[in-house]
């Protein structure tokens, strides 16, 4: 065994040229693989966060009817204690009570159609909070005459409104009741879904209470969780401890989203599969053409009594050290490149269109650990692979044909 | 003295030409412990294809070679190999040797793929090279020996591992005078020091003469066997 290494290790490098040729390939193969699949997972790791994190959250819990009319008719009974029983437990970082109508923002000249989040600004503020996403202004710190909104950056600027601007918000109270009211713009926030950006307008739910005419009113608990992976079970626990509520997760609240990500791991690898099968057609023909070159040698071998079975392990073990050193390089590179990139970012073209999918337009590549571990299996994989045919060519030669071959 | 090799009615006819060949006819042979053999003839003469029938590398169209008492003309391929690493050494006409390995590293090799013992393999190694005269080129590669050095290594090879019997195809033909005669004095020695039983093919006048016994092969049948007594 450790000769058939020694031999199989010689024999790449008696034509260096060839065997650098295809090292070369498969390193740049995997770069732009990884690359690729850096950016893809970045891309929907940012939508994610942006999406779970900054707007829907893990778990909404609605009163059942509010799903199709949202309005604050549809309350969530003892919302409040709900809310501070869910914040107790381990596995959230915060339950935050809101108060969502429907509603109409108007300011000196224009009218917008939007929905008013009516929070708590401490229990919206823990990371990942509500407050780091202001961009201008300030998150409900200022005390005026006036109530304060916090509208996103794409509304202010439909509305014609900026920081200090008054706007008048209508919405129904309790009873059904058109209520109107002055709102002033405490500070502009930005996300990268401009659907989120353009309609949420968030307001203290103690005012937006105070107005609809219940000051205990809650019609929505938003859930952020310690653990991405636990939405599910904990759900699950909600939906048993208040089974007259409509508990969704995030899953099931942007369904597109989770089956994006969902297939992304796959999607990905079947990325890095394609390009690798393409260089590892490089490097079948490489082989077979090393396998030519040498056939008397290769006849001698199984003359004086080198078994096939060793002849092939042989020429296999050539494709597996050169993916092998491939492989390896091209994981250190392609490690290097995602760090660099993930600090300086890529700036995509185009990304401006890009924001109306909820898709950031720099994006910061990032890739997770095991999946350098998976690409280099692939490489490995698809080298033997290509080296099973000519290995098989050369088992098929007769010994006493081959020896006479000049 | 003991049989090592004895052909019967041996005949190879090749069919994948036009007009089929009759390589070898009827060939009935016998050779003995320690005899120094050339096999000679025209070219086309079947000399090789003797050699690689009794090597076990082809297959006779009919007939027997009994090695030991074993028929291996009806033995399966997979366990020729087998036969041929452990009873057959082998020298070819040229690029004999594995050229990524160095002279010491070649002439392991088959005891190597023996599995033999690592210190008894290089001492025997050495031991060999020694006496081809090579013991200077230990971690030479082929491609840096002249090719009379090549051959000494490869005879050092096929006669390291013990065979029975070693089969030489042409092995001077790519030589010179003086490295064919050298490689031939080797030969000639090695086989008496080590009572190997040697047969090689040529056609070569030259090397003809240092044979003790010569079968001479016409048409693919023995047109004559003779023996002399010569002290090489």
Same mark, same amino acid.
């Given at each position: 065994m450790k000769t058939l290494i020694k031999i199989s290790w010689r024999n790449i490098w008696r034509n260096r040229t060839r065997t650098l040729v295809i090292i070369i390939a498969l390193v740049l193969g995997l770069m732009g693989a990884i690359f690729s699949a850096s950016v893809r997972m970045a891309s929907e790791q940012q939508q994610f966060e942006d999406t779970?994190?900054?707007?829907?959250?893990h778990i909404q819990i609605h009163h059942p009817e509010f799903i199709a009319n949202p309005e604050a008719y549809y309350r969530i009974p003892r919302g409040k204690n709900i809310s501070n029983e869910i914040n107790?437990? @381990? @596995?959230?970082?915060r339950a935050a009570p809101r108060t969502v109508l429907d509603g109409m923002a108007a300011s000196a000249n224009m009218n917008e159609g939007i929905r008013i989040k009516g929070v708590e600004p401490e229990a919206e503020a823990?990371?990942?909070?509500?407050?780091?996403?202001?961009?201008?202004g300030s998150y409900f710190t200022e005390e005026s005459r006036l109530p304060s909104i916090l509208i996103g950056e794409r509304l202010a600027e439909k509305l014609n409104a900026e920081v200090g601007s008054r706007l008048v918000l209508t919405f129904q109270d309790i009873e059904g009741e058109i209520v109107s009211s002055s709102f002033r713009v405490e500070g502009l926030y930005s996300v990268t879904s401009r659907g989120f950006e353009e309609r949420m307008a968030f307001v203290r739910a103690s005012e937006i209470n105070y107005l609809i005419g219940?000051?205990?009113?809650?019609t929505e608990i938003a859930v952020l969780l @310690? @653990?991405?992976?636990?939405y599910r079970d904990v759900a699950g626990e909600l939906e048993k401890a208040y089974p007259d509520m409509k508990v969704r997760h995030w899953a099931d609240l942007d369904p597109t989203l989770f089956y994006a990500l969902e297939v992304l791991d796959q999607v990905l690898i079947l990325l890095v599969a394609i390009i690798i099968m393409g260089v590892s057609f490089g490097l079948l023909n490489t082989i077979l053409m090393s396998i030519l070159e040498r056939v008397r040698e290769l006849g001698i071998l199984m003359a004086v009594g080198m078994k096939k079975a060793r002849v092939f392990s042989m020429i296999v073990m050539e494709s597996a050290m050169v993916s092998l050193i491939g492989g390896a390089v091209g994981l250190i590179f392609s490690f290097a490149m995602v760090r660099i990139l993930n600090i300086y970012g890529v700036h995509v073209p185009g990304g401006e269109g890009l924001e109306d999918f909820g898709?950031?337009?720099v994006i910061y590549p990032q890739i997770d650990t095991a999946f350098y571990f998976q690409s280099g299996m692939v490489v490995i994989i698809f080298a033997i692979l290509a080296s099973i045919y000519p290995a098989w060519k050369a088992i098929r030669l007769q010994p006493a044909e081959a020896v006479r071959q000049e | 003295m003991e049989t090592v090799i004895k052909t019967n009615n041996l005949s190879k006819v090749?069919?994948?030409?036009a007009v089929p060949v009759?390589?070898?006819?009827?060939v009935s042979l016998e050779f003995r412990q320690g005899e120094f053999t050339a096999i000679v003839?025209?070219?086309?003469?079947g000399k090789t294809t003797f050699l690689n029938v009794v090597g076990g590398l082809d297959k006779p169209t009919e007939g027997h070679v009994i090695i030991d008492g074993v028929?291996?003309?009806?033995?399966k391929e997979s366990k020729l190999f087998d036969f041929r690493l452990r009873h057959i050494g082998f020298v070819f006409?040229?690029?004999?040797?594995?050229?990524?390995?160095?002279a010491i590293e070649n002439v392991s090799f088959i005891m190597l793929l023996q599995n033999r013992p690592k210190a008894e393999m290089e001492e025997r190694a050495k031991q060999m090279l020694e006496q081809v005269g090579l013991s200077d080129k230990l971690?030479?590669?082929?491609?840096?020996?002249s090719g009379g050095q090549q051959q000494r290594v490869a005879v050092a090879r096929a006669l390291a591992s013990k065979p029975d019997f070693v089969l030489a195809d042409?092995?001077?033909?790519?030589?010179d005078t003086e490295s064919a005669f050298n490689l031939l004095d080797i030969m000639a020695k090695l086989n008496k020091e080590e009572n190997i039983t040697l047969i090689f093919s040529t056609h070569d006048q030259r090397v003809i003469e240092r044979a003790r016994r010569v079968i001479t092969l016409v048409d693919g049948a023995v047109d004559k066997d003779e023996t002399f007594n010569r002290e090489n």
């Open positions: 779970v994190e900054n707007q829907i959250s107790a437990r @381990d @596995d959230v970082i823990k990371t990942p909070g509500l407050d780091e996403l202001i961009e201008e219940d000051a205990e009113a809650v @310690d @653990d991405h992976d636990k898709y950031a337009s | 090749y069919t994948d030409t009759h390589a070898l006819r009827s003839g025209p070219s086309g003469s028929d291996i003309a009806t033995m006409q040229a690029y004999n040797l594995i050229p990524v390995l160095t971690n030479v590669r082929p491609a840096k020996l042409e092995p001077t033909a790519n030589l």
